[in-house]
């Protein structure tokens, strides 16, 4: 007896008994009552893991964002959670991050255009900013994504 995966390239074929067939017969059987149940779940549980830095709903999730935070700064990309503190001028205001780090966040007239209104207490979730002055300066590009999240203290109930 065999099994065989049909590839676009051409076929693979493996032996397999009658027993190891049954043995994941049943073991799908106990699975899928688990999988179903989790499917079911409204909002869905958030499962953080090291694929959550590439997850397009990311800035929505608490529990994956801090994952790809970490993941971020180890790669030198400058994603970063903030609570604002207060506006410096007309490019820039203070924040602090999610270790409590006074950031400087920076940026350019046609950028400032571009931000949501921002103010203190509020929580953003910056996504592609620029680090500088060895991570005490975050520069908003244009292409930067900035997420209003929540304000201080309230809950961030975004589902995973
Ligand atoms: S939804 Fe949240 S937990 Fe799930 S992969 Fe995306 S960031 Fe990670």
Redesign the pocket.
């Given at each position: 007896m065999r099994v065989s995966a049909q590839y676009l390239e051409g076929v693979e074929s493996w032996p397999i008994t009658q027993g190891a067939l049954e043995d994941a017969e049943a073991d799908l059987v106990k699975k899928l009552k688990l999988l179903t149940e989790s499917l079911g779940a409204h909002p869905a549980a958030?499962?953080?893991?090291a694929?959550?830095h590439t997850?397009a709903?990311?800035a929505r999730?608490a529990?994956?964002?801090a994952?790809?935070e970490e993941a971020a700064l180890v790669d030198g990309r400058g994603d970063a959670e903030l609570v604002v503190q207060a506006r410096a001028g007309d490019h820039g205001f203070f924040a602090r991050s999610r270790t409590g780090a006074e950031i400087a966040v920076v940026y350019e007239a046609p950028v400032a255009k571009l931000l949501p209104e921002h103010v203190k207490g509020q929580v953003l979730r910056v996504l592609d900013g620029v680090w500088k002055e060895t991570r005490t300066q975050l520069e908003l590009k244009a292409w930067t994504q900035v997420f209003v999240v929540t304000r201080e203290g309230d809950s961030d109930q975004t589902p995973?």
């Open positions: 958030a499962k953080p893991s694929g959550c997850c709903v990311r999730c529990a994956g964002w994952v790809g995973g």
